[in-house]
């Protein structure tokens, strides 16, 4: 739990409203995206203009940087996919599941409506196996 208070932590100045946020799953989902395409993806979609700002705020923020093509200019994330990703999560753990992976996995687990494979199952065996042998 002190390692997902301390990610969190970090990472409070650069908090993302829930629109920043859609923009920047579209983003992550395409790779890279122009403002026109990203207003495309947008459920209840603002102004052209309101992307464009939005855009510009996250490569302020640091969470996007852009390239100029022609007339266009074309975003992505500065950060890979995964550790934005453990970073998502981290928050979701810290604010649903009092920071307890566990708490988190039985949900899951409990909530689903089709039967976890014996595949997964045993991927999941693995992932165990290993984390205990790592805190060895």
């Known amino acids: 739990m002190c390692e997902i208070l ?13 629109r920043e946020r859609e923009l920047m799953d579209i983003i992550y989902a395409s ?18 203009s309101t992307v464009r700002k939005l855009l510009s705020i996250l490569v302020e923020k640091g969470h996007l940087k852009h390239r100029k093509q022609g007339s266009r200019y ?32 039985a949900a899951l687990v409990r909530g689903r409506r089709s039967k976890i494979s014996n595949d997964e199952l045993a991927r999941l065996s693995e992932l165990i196996a290993q984390a ?3 805190e060895e």
């Open 74 to 105: 074309y975003y992505r994330p500065t950060q890979p996919r995964e550790k934005e990703g453990k970073l998502a999560l981290s928050r979701v753990l810290a604010t649903f599941y009092e920071g307890s992976l566990e708490n988190a996995v």
């Open 6 to 18: 301390h990610i969190m932590s970090n990472d409070i100045a650069k908090q993302l409203s829930r």
């Open 132 to 134: 205990r042998e790592d």
């Open 31 to 48: 790779g890279e995206a122009s403002a026109a395409e990203v207003l495309e993806a947008l459920s209840n979609p603002p102004s052209y």
